[in-house]
């Protein structure tokens, strides 16, 4: 197993020195939030539309779910946690850091497989047990897609073959951009980074094969729009962004 440098991260997530505060901050501060790699891209764009919206400022750090939950755990100023599991979130309001209040599934993640190298419409996972060269994946022990990632070749019978030759992304955007740049053949990838392949062949992993990548979002620190902005990731218009980057969304909140 090719294990990755730490210096190579696509959406790097740097460390705070401020603790989190439970007062409440004032209304012209910005509104932080510790997105989940794979949700990198949509949460920008609701992020300008928040701001066009509100007037708010938002500050956005993407991350393995993993590691900005360990950094909500030691302080680090969040105020909306945006996961991609159910687990972290949840643990984080049965503590007393985030308001479970606020704690809702806003989107179910899809799992991809993406080989630059073979043409569209080719059956990639027929092709996965023979190709050539390192298989791109994240970190299943603070990556949610990674987990499932594993799952899904457990269940097909294929991780004894795939597993030496995995190259581990900190996060799912790290995943990514091993395969993009060539330095990997293929990868597992997240459904909403396949909205921007334009090359190769993907094909959807069934969501059988894994357990489902239910992506939570909770409130984790005080500030005037923290719960506005829970409330607009829930609207319709929210979903309706969210779905067009080829996620899921259950019953609206």
């Known amino acids: 197993m090719l294990r990755v440098p730490a210096s190579i991260v696509l959406a790097a997530v740097g460390l705070f020195v401020v603790g989190c505060s439970g007062d409440q901050e004032e209304a012209g501060s910005p509104l932080r939030l ?3 790699s794979n949700f990198a891209e949509p949460a920008r764009r609701l992020a300008e539309a928040f701001e066009a919206q ?14 900005l939950y360990h950094q909500i755990r030691s302080g680090a100023p969040f105020h909306v946690f945006l996961a991609a599991d159910r687990e972290r979130p949840t643990l984080l309001a049965e503590a ?12 179910a993640g899809i799992l991809m497989l993406w080989i630059p190298g073979l043409a569209a419409g080719e059956d990639c996972l027929a092709a996965l047990p023979d190709l050539e060269g390192r298989i791109s994946m994240a970190n299943a ?3 949610p897609y990674g987990l499932a990632a ?42 909403s980074q396949a909205v921007s392949v334009d090359r190769g062949c993907l094909q959807e ?3 059988d ?3 489902p990548i239910s992506q939570y979002a909770v409130q984790v620190a005080e500030h005037p729009q923290a719960p506005v902005f829970v409330e607009f990731l829930a609207s319709e218009s929210s979903r309706d962004l969210i779905r067009g980057f080829r996620y899921r969304t259950g019953p609206a909140r």
């Open 205 to 207: 992993i069934d969501a």
């Open 96 to 107: 007393g850091l985030g308001r479970a209040d606020t704690l809702f599934e806003y989107a």
């Open 34 to 36: 510790a997105v989940a």
């Open 150 to 191: 594993e799952q899904a070749l457990m269940s097909l019978g294929l991780w004894s073959r795939i597993e030496p030759r995995r190259v581990i992304g900190e996060n799912i955007g790290q995943t990514f951009l091993f395969v993009s740049t060539g330095n990997a053949a293929a990868g597992l990838i997240a459904g």
């Open 209 to 211: 094969l894994h357990e």
């Open 54 to 67: 509100t007037g708010t400022t938002v500050e956005i750090s993407n991350g393995s779910t993993g590691k």
């Open 141 to 143: 022990e603070i990556a």
